[in-house]
Every structure is written in C-alpha cells, then in structure tokens.
C-alpha cells in the first residue's frame, strides 16, 4: 500500500520495483488481488496490465492498520504499544522528539478532562 500511496497508482511490476529485498511478482500480484477483494484498491486495464490504485486515504488505511496492530500484539491497550514502541527506541529518541510525545500527553491529559 505505501508503493501505491507514494506512485499515486501503479502495475505488479511497478510496484515490486519499488519494494526492497524482491519480495516476487507473484507474491506482489496475489497480495494487490486480496487487497482488491478487501475493497482498498482497485484497478484499470491498461492493455493486458492492470493498474492499482488505493481507494481509501493514507490516513484512514493507517489508522485501520494501527487498530489491527492494537489489538493484535498490545490486547487492544495504546499505551501498552507506546511503552513498548518508547523501550525500544529510547536510544533514538532525541530531546525534540520526547518533548513532542510530553506535549501530546499533556494534551491528550486536557482532552480526557
């Protein structure tokens, strides 16, 4: 989804050019067919090729993604998925970035009120 996010749309082969570690064009054109059946993409014949395209919004795919990822591997808790996304990146963290995270939990602190 990120390659057709990026490319605006784009074929099989298209797309695994994109991808790192060549993931395979099969692998690639059964993955954009189950994403079609799910409803986020969608395609145009363009001769014999067909064309992706998302049909969702970056953002709501990723907040679709992030809910999946919640309850998947944290028990549906954001927190636990912050602290766990904070342990391990801590040593990445830069002072801007901590105080970025300080000030959306103050806020999202206000917003709870």
Do not use: C, N
Not at 81 to 105: C, P, Q, R
């Amino acid at each position: 989804m990120d390659v057709l996010y990026r490319l605006g749309e784009g074929s099989v082969a298209e797309v695994v050019r994109e991808l790192p570690d060549d993931p395979g064009y099969d692998a690639i054109r059964v993955t954009l067919g189950i994403l079609h059946k799910r409803g986020v993409v969608q395609f145009r014949k363009d001769g014999a090729r067909h064309i992706f395209s998302p049909t969702v919004p970056r953002r709501h795919a990723s907040s679709s993604a992030l809910s999946h990822v919640l309850k998947t591997f944290f028990g549906g808790s954001p927190s636990k998925a912050v602290l766990a996304l904070l342990d391990s990146s801590a040593s990445k963290l830069s002072s801007d970035d901590l105080d970025e995270i300080a000030a959306w939990v103050r806020q999202a602190k206000k917003d709870a009120r």
